[in-house]
């Protein structure tokens, strides 16, 4: 049974920057299509990021391209966001979601998903 979880969340100022990890339990990350997504308070989970397994290909929110990259660490079984460049509009908790398949950012598409790591933005 796979179990992602997140870590590397944080309170940073505007401009700043974090890097957010996935690992997991039970089963290597290697194989599977790993999801970034958050929720804000009042807000419904959206997508951030993508990263397929198969061939690396990715996707990215428009609200965060330029900003964000995503890749992964196939000899440490983990796959990072890095996000740069912070706005208090990325305050969120952030998810990491594990599917085997493409690189959706449809939260429904996704069978395992972590606890989440909180994201502050804030001066």
């Known amino acids: 049974q796979l179990q992602p979880v997140e870590s590397g969340g944080g309170l940073v100022q505007p401009g700043g920057s974090l890097r957010l990890s996935c690992a997991a339990t039970g089963t290597t990350l290697d194989y599977y299509t790993i999801g970034w997504f958050r929720q804000a308070p009042g807000k419904e989970r959206e997508g951030v990021s993508c990263i397929r397994s198969r061939d690396g290909s990715t996707n990215f929110a428009d609200s965060v391209k330029g900003r964000f990259t995503i890749s992964r660490d196939n000899a440490k079984s983990t796959v990072y966001l890095q996000m740069n460049s912070l706005k208090p509009e990325d305050t969120a908790v952030y998810y990491c979601?594990?599917?085997?398949?493409?690189?959706?950012?449809?939260?429904?598409?996704?069978?395992?998903w972590g606890q989440g790591t909180q994201v502050t933005v804030s001066s």
């Open positions: 979601a594990a599917r085997r398949g493409a690189c959706t950012m449809v939260p429904i598409a996704y069978d395992y």
